[in-house]
């Protein structure tokens, strides 16, 4: 049984910073790619950034380069979101998922499991 879970989120003022953490459990996920999407309300989930295993090629959606850094723990099967300079429209219930390969989708659809999300919210 895949369980992940999310922990780090909070109420921080803009420019300030947050770092996310999910902890994966029910298997050796070494063999898939781990990321972090966000939804907001009224809006539909969206891919933030992924990293996959195996020389640890990382993607970001634009809206967050620059400003979020992904990594992974494969002895500790976590993966980190570090958010820097955070706007009031980076608020949103953030989620840890898993995706079996090596393929970076930003499709959620596309995901196989997922964490139950945690909140980010930014103010102004």
């Known amino acids: 049984q895949v369980q992940l879970v999310e922990s780090g989120g909070g109420l921080v003022q803009a420019g300030g910073s947050l770092r996310l953490s999910c902890a994966a459990s029910g298997r050796t996920f070494s063999e898939y790619v781990m990321g972090w999407f966000r939804q907001a309300p009224g809006k539909e989930r969206e891919f933030v950034a992924a990293?996959?295993?195996?020389?640890?090629?990382?993607d970001y959606a634009d809206s967050v380069k620059g400003r979020f850094t992904i990594s992974r723990d494969d002895a500790k099967n976590t993966v980190d979101l570090q958010m820097n300079s955070l706007k009031p429209d980076d608020t949103a219930v953030y989620y840890c998922?898993?995706?079996?390969?090596?393929?970076?989708?930003?499709?959620?659809?596309?995901?196989?499991?997922w964490g139950q999300g945690t909140q980010v919210t930014v103010s102004s």
């Open positions: 998922a898993v995706r079996r390969g090596y393929a970076l989708v930003v499709l959620p659809s596309r995901w196989d499991y």
């Open positions: 990293i996959r295993g195996s020389g640890y090629r990382t």
